[in-house]
C-alpha cells in the first residue's frame, strides 16, 4: 500500500520534475543542436568544426557549472534554482536569435547561457524526487528521466521542417516560447512541494577526499570516453542524414528514433541494474553502442535508423548508471560532490566529441572516419567497465572512513 501510495501521493511533483527535464537545457538544447548547426553555417560560411564550437564551448561551461550548481541547490532549495534557470534559458533562446550576427556573438551567448542554465539540468529535480520517494525512488527516476527522450522526439519531427520553413532565428524563438509557457506551470505543480534539506559543512569539506580514491578516476575515464563517442554522434547525426540526401523532414523523423531509444533506455536500464551486476550491464550496453557505431560507419544511410536506435540506448542510460554507480561506489555524504564531479567529466567528453567530429568532417569530407573513433572510444569504455569493483548483492564498498 505505501509503495503505491507514494505515485498517489506524489503525482503533481512527478509531472512537474518530467516538464522540467523535458524543457531544460540537456533535453531541448542539447538535441536542437544539430538542427541548427547546418542552417546557421549556411548563413555565416562557417565550416562543419566552426558550427560544432558551439557544443564545445557550452557543454564545457556547463560542466564549470555543475558542481557550484550543486551546492546551491542544496543551500536556496531545488525549485528556486530550477526556475530562474528555465527563465535565463528561455531568455538565451531570444538571444541567439536576435543577437547571433557572426561566430564570437554566438559563442559569447552560448558561453553565458550554458553557465546560467545549469540549474535546468535533471539535477535539481532528481533531487526533489529523492527527497519525496523512499520504496519506489529508482522506478520514480527512471520515469522522469524519460523526459530527456522527450526533446529527443519531438525537435528533430517539428523543429526541423520548421526551421526550414521559417528560418534558424524564428526556431529559436519557438524554443525560448516553450520554455518560458513550462515555467508557470511547473510552479503551480510544485506548490507544498518538500525541497531538499541543506548539507551540513562537515559533510560538503568530507568530499574533498574523494579525488584520492582510484575508482573514481575509473569512472571518470569510462564516460569520459562515453561522452565523446556518443554525444559527438548525436551533435551531428541530423547533419549525417541531410548530407546522405535525406530532406529535413525525412531526418527528423529518422532522428526521432533516439528519443524513442533514449526512453528505452531508461526504463530497461533501470529493470537491469535491479536484477543484474551493473559492471556487466554498463559493459553490455557501451559494446553494444560500439557495434552499432561501427555498422554505422560500414554501412552509410542504409544503417541510419539502427544507428539512431542504438545511440539513443547509450545515452538514454549514461545519468541511470552514472547515478547507479555512485551509490554504491561512494557513501551517501559525498554522493552529491561525486555524482557531480563524476557528470561535469562526463560533459567535458560531450563537448570535444562534437568538435573532433566536425574537424574530421572538414579534413575526410564524410563522417565515417569520426564513426571509426567513437566506436573505438566505447569499445574501451566497454573493457574498462568489466573492471568496476561493484557486484549486484554488495552494499557500498568504500566505507565512512575511507572518505572521511
Not at 149 to 160: D, F, M, R, S, V
Not at 166 to 190: C, D, K, N, Q
Not at 240 to 254: H, I, R
Amino acid at each position: 500500500m505505501k509503495s503505491s501510495s507514494e505515485f498517489m501521493q506524489n503525482w503533481r511533483l512527478l509531472l512537474a520534475t518530467f516538464i522540467g527535464i523535458s524543457v531544460g537545457v540537456s533535453s531541448i538544447y542539447f538535441y536542437s543542436i544539430g538542427l541548427f548547426m547546418k542552417p546557421i553555417a549556411a548563413e555565416f560560411g562557417w565550416t562543419r568544426a566552426d558550427s560544432s564550437l558551439g557544443a564545445l564551448v557550452g557543454t564545457s561551461c556547463a560542466a564549470l557549472m555543475v558542481i557550484p550548481t550543486g551546492w546551491l541547490v542544496d543551500r536556496f532549495g531545488s525549485a528556486r534554482v530550477a526556475f530562474v534557470c528555465l527563465a535565463c534559458l528561455a531568455a538565451s533562446f531570444f538571444a541567439l536569435g536576435l543577437f547571433t550576427v557572426d561566430l564570437t556573438s554566438y559563442l559569447i551567448i552560448i558561453s553565458v547561457m550554458s553557465m546560467l542554465t545549469a540549474g535546468s539540468t535533471p539535477l535539481p529535480f532528481t533531487r526533489l524526487v529523492i527527497v519525496a520517494f523512499e520504496k519506489n525512488r529508482g522506478k520514480a527516476l527512471g520515469l522522469i528521466l524519460t523526459g530527456t527522450g522527450t526533446g529527443a522526439i519531438l525537435l528533430p519531427k517539428l523543429l526541423a521542417p520548421y526551421i526550414a520553413e521559417h528560418g534558424w532565428r524564428s526556431g529559436y524563438f519557438a524554443l525560448g516560447t516553450v520554455v518560458l509557457i513550462s515555467i508557470p506551470v511547473i510552479w503551480l505543480l510544485l506548490r507544498g512541494a518538500k525541497d531538499t534539506e541543506i548539507s551540513t559543512e562537515k559533510e560538503r569539506f568530507s568530499a574533498v577526499s574523494l579525488f584520492n580514491t582510484r575508482r573514481f578516476y575509473h569512472l571518470c575515464l569510462i564516460f569520459f570516453l562515453t561522452a565523446v563517442a556518443v554525444l559527438g554522434t548525436v551533435a551531428h547525426f541530423f547533419s549525417m542524414l541531410t548530407d546522405s540526401g535525406l530532406t529535413p523532414p525525412q531526418a527528423g523523423a529518422v532522428a526521432s528514433l533516439i528519443g524513442v531509444s533514449v526512453i528505452a533506455g531508461r526504463l530497461i536500464t533501470g529493470v537491469l541494474l535491479d536484477r543484474f551486476s551493473a559492471a556487466y550491464i554498463t559493459a553490455g550496453l557501451f559494446l553494444v553502442a560500439s557495434v552499432g557505431l561501427l555498422t554505422l560507419g560500414l554501412g552509410g544511410p542504409a544503417y541510419a535508423k539502427l544507428g539512431a536506435i542504438i545511440t539513443g540506448l547509450a545515452i538514454g542510460s549514461e545519468v541511470d548508471l552514472i547515478s547507479f554507480l555512485v551509490g554504491r561506489l561512494f557513501v551517501r555524504k559525498v554522493y552529491g560532490v561525486a555524482y557531480g564531479a563524476v557528470y561535469a567529466v562526463f560533459l567535458v567528453g560531450g563537448a570535444i566529441g562534437p568538435y573532433i567530429a566536425g574537424r574530421l568532417f572538414d579534413m575526410t569530407g564524410d563522417y565515417s572516419s569520426w564513426l571509426y573513433t567513437a566506436s573505438a572510444s566505447l569499445l574501451i569504455a566497454s573493457l574498462l567497465s568489466l573492471f568496476i569493483p561493484v557486484k549486484h548483492t554488495e552494499q557500498s564498498p568504500m566505507t565512512a572512513k575511507a572518505v572521511a
